[in-house]
Nanobody, 120 residues
Framework: VQLQASGGGLVQAGGSLRLSCAAS????????MGWYRQAPGKQRELVAV???????NYADSVKGRFTISRDNAKNTVYLQMDRLKPEDTAVYFC???????????????WGHGTLVTVSS
C-alpha cells in the first residue's frame, strides 16, 4: 500500500486548509486511515482517523475545528482544517492500518509528511 498526501502549505491563523491522502496498492486490507502530526521537538500525535465503517477519533485539540472524511470509492481520506492556530504548525502524516482504530505503533503504512505552517 502506498499513501500519497497533498494539501499542506502556509496559511494565516484563522484560515483553512484541506489535506488529502490517496491510497493505492492492496487497499482492500485497509480499515483505518487518518492523520498524525509532528511539530518540531515534539512527539508524533494523533490528529484524526476514520475507519472504513465511518467511526472517527479526533484529538481534543482539534475537535470542532477539523473534520475528517473518507471516500472509499476513491480510497482517499480528507482532513478539512478550519480556524487554524499557530500551534497546529507541524508535519502532517497520513497513516493506514488493517485494524479498526489501531494504536500509533500498530499502523501498517505511513505516507511522506506534508508541512502545514500557520502564521500568527
Amino acid at each position: 500500500v502506498q499513501l500519497q498526501a497533498s494539501g499542506g502549505g502556509l496559511v494565516q491563523a484563522g484560515g483553512s486548509l484541506r489535506l488529502s491522502c490517496a491510497a493505492s496498492g492492496r487497499i482492500l486490507i485497509i480499515d483505518t486511515m487518518g492523520w498524525y502530526r509532528q511539530a518540531p521537538g515534539k512527539q508524533r500525535e494523533l490528529v484524526a482517523v476514520v475507519t472504513a465503517g465511518g467511526t472517527t477519533n479526533y484529538a481534543d485539540s482539534v475537535k470542532g475545528r477539523f473534520t475528517i472524511s473518507r471516500d472509499n470509492a476513491k480510497n482517499t481520506v480528507y482532513l478539512q482544517m478550519d480556524r487554524l492556530k499557530p500551534e497546529d504548525t507541524a508535519v502532517y502524516f497520513c497513516a493506514a492500518g488493517r485494524l479498526a482504530l489501531p494504536r500509533p505503533e500498530e499502523y501498517d503504512y505511513w505516507g511522506h509528511g506534508t508541512l502545514v505552517t500557520v502564521s500568527s
